[in-house]
């Protein structure tokens, strides 16, 4: 069983570039979240989603974009990179929301230079 | 504004001997606890939780305290395996938060010494 399954698993990427952080999972989860994770920080919320055509912002939407047009499929827009999204990104998925417990996929480290 | 603290970066620990890990936290809404454990390349996994209506809970080696008065809670790993070695993340929500979103802490890697 894959579980959730994120692409790529490192990117460098250029000032002012952008890409998509691919996110995929295959247990039927209604609810799907996008991670970010700082060096000595603990992780924050981008954007999640509670069912296919329903999005919205985490604590730190800013620089992102999401869709969510399968029940499967979450990916990850960054528009303009910055140093600052310099991070390693999480995605997550759980059946329900609430306090149900989160399944992750194993990361992506993008470092923008 | 960290609202949940994990305020030991690391930990190291005898094999065979408690691990405890702690957690701080200061809003008091937080109703809703949780521990996630994380090796390297990989991303976290659940290990247990914790409702506020409860001061215990146990799984088979690991145990959380809550102690709302102080608002602290703690993870209890007994006996220590190599296999613990990993980074633990604290996590808190509140039910009153429609969104159930999940705070984070910092994490504290644990090293459990053969």
């Known amino acids: 069983n894959a579980g959730v399954t994120q692409t790529p698993k490192f990117r460098i990427l250029k000032i002012g570039q952008s890409m998509t952080l691919q996110c995929t999972q295959d247990?039927?989860?209604?609810?799907m979240y996008w991670y970010r994770q700082d060096p000595g920080m603990g992780l924050k919320l981008i954007y999640y989603?509670?069912?296919?055509?329903?999005?919205d912002k985490g604590e730190v939407p800013n620089g992102y974009n999401v869709s969510r047009s399968t029940t499967e499929d979450f990916p990850l827009r960054l528009e303009l990179a910055a140093p600052s999204q310099t991070s390693v990104y999480f995605c997550?998925?759980?059946?329900?929301?609430?306090?149900?417990?989160?399944?992750f996929g194993s990361g992506t480290q993008l470092s923008v230079l | 504004d960290q609202q949940v603290k994990q305020n030991s970066p690391s930990l190291s620990v005898q094999e065979g001997r408690i691990s405890i890990l702690n957690c701080d936290y200061t809003?008091?809404?937080?109703?809703?606890f949780l521990w996630y454990k994380k090796y390297p390349a990989e991303g976290p996994t659940f290990l247990i939780s914790?409702?506020?209506i409860k001061d215990k809970n146990e799984d088979g080696r690991f145990t959380v305290f809550l102690n709302k008065s102080a608002k602290h809670l703690s993870l209890h790993i007994v006996p220590s395996q190599p296999g613990d070695s990993a980074v633990y993340f604290c996590?808190?929500?509140?039910?009153?938060?429609?969104?159930?979103?999940?705070?984070w802490g910092a994490g504290t890697k644990l090293i459990i010494k053969p």
């Open positions: 989603s509670v069912g296919a055509g329903i999005t």
């Open positions: 996590a808190a929500s509140a039910s009153v938060d429609s969104n159930y979103q999940l705070i």
């Open positions: 914790i409702s506020s």
């Open positions: 809003n008091s809404m937080f109703d809703y």
């Open positions: 997550a998925s759980s059946y329900r929301g609430g306090f149900e417990k989160l399944f």
């Open positions: 247990m039927n989860h209604n609810y």
